[in-house]
């Protein structure tokens, strides 16, 4: 739904910081995500919100519904892994969602990745408690390949992109 925006920032509808409303259902992926993280000794949040986000077009927003999985789990010595999905829900009558962003953080290692797969998360959930530095390091270096190739790769694009022209008011 896109609707003409009347102040700088609508009041989002439903904030993180308000019990899970009764009306939205857990989906199947994140109740699972929540599961295989409980199992094996993390600390899940999982949080619901809904507000607004700035479109194409002067003054229009649209109303967006997210899930957020934040995993937290402290090992010997006081080394913390960490790992979160973000889950937006496609628009619709029926709320369908799809895992936006997958991150990967820790203190003992390349302190944040971006572009992880959600079955990068799981294995990271069921795994790196066990690993040491060097071996996260070693799990982590193909993606941080990867991310920064799909950088090189959209800044090529953007390069090549036909400038447009302004035009004068």
Same mark, same amino acid.
């Given at each position: 739904?896109?609707?003409?925006?009347?102040?700088?920032?609508?009041?989002?509808?439903?904030?993180?910081?308000?019990? %899970?409303p009764e009306a939205v259902a857990v989906p199947r992926s994140v109740a699972g995500l929540r599961k295989l993280g409980e199992a094996h000794g993390w600390r899940v949040d999982v949080t619901y919100s809904q507000g607004y986000v700035a479109t194409t077009g002067k003054g229009k927003v649209k109303l967006v519904h997210t899930i957020l999985v934040r995993m937290t789990r402290t090992l010997e010595g006081g080394v913390i892994r960490r790992g979160a999905v973000y889950y937006e829900a496609k628009p619709g009558p029926k709320l369908e969602w799809v895992?936006?962003?997958?991150?990967?953080?820790?203190?003992?290692? %390349?302190?944040?990745?971006?572009?992880?797969?959600?079955?990068?998360i799981q294995e990271w959930v069921r795994e790196s408690a066990l690993w040491?530095?060097?071996?996260?390091?070693? %799990?982590?270096?193909?993606?941080?390949?990867?991310?920064?190739?799909a950088k090189v790769h959209a800044a090529a694009k953007a390069k090549l992109a036909p400038k447009k022209a302004r035009v004068a008011a």
């Amino acid at each position: 739904m896109i609707v003409e925006e009347h102040e700088p920032h609508p009041t989002p509808v439903h904030t993180s910081r308000m019990p %899970w409303p009764e009306a939205v259902a857990v989906p199947r992926s994140v109740a699972g995500l929540r599961k295989l993280g409980e199992a094996h000794g993390w600390r899940v949040d999982v949080t619901y919100s809904q507000g607004y986000v700035a479109t194409t077009g002067k003054g229009k927003v649209k109303l967006v519904h997210t899930i957020l999985v934040r995993m937290t789990r402290t090992l010997e010595g006081g080394v913390i892994r960490r790992g979160a999905v973000y889950y937006e829900a496609k628009p619709g009558p029926k709320l369908e969602w799809v895992a936006k962003e997958c991150t990967v953080l820790g203190v003992d290692h %390349w302190p944040h990745q971006e572009g992880v797969s959600v079955t990068a998360i799981q294995e990271w959930v069921r795994e790196s408690a066990l690993w040491t530095g060097a071996q996260v390091d070693a %799990w982590g270096q193909p993606l941080k390949v990867k991310v920064a190739e799909a950088k090189v790769h959209a800044a090529a694009k953007a390069k090549l992109a036909p400038k447009k022209a302004r035009v004068a008011a």
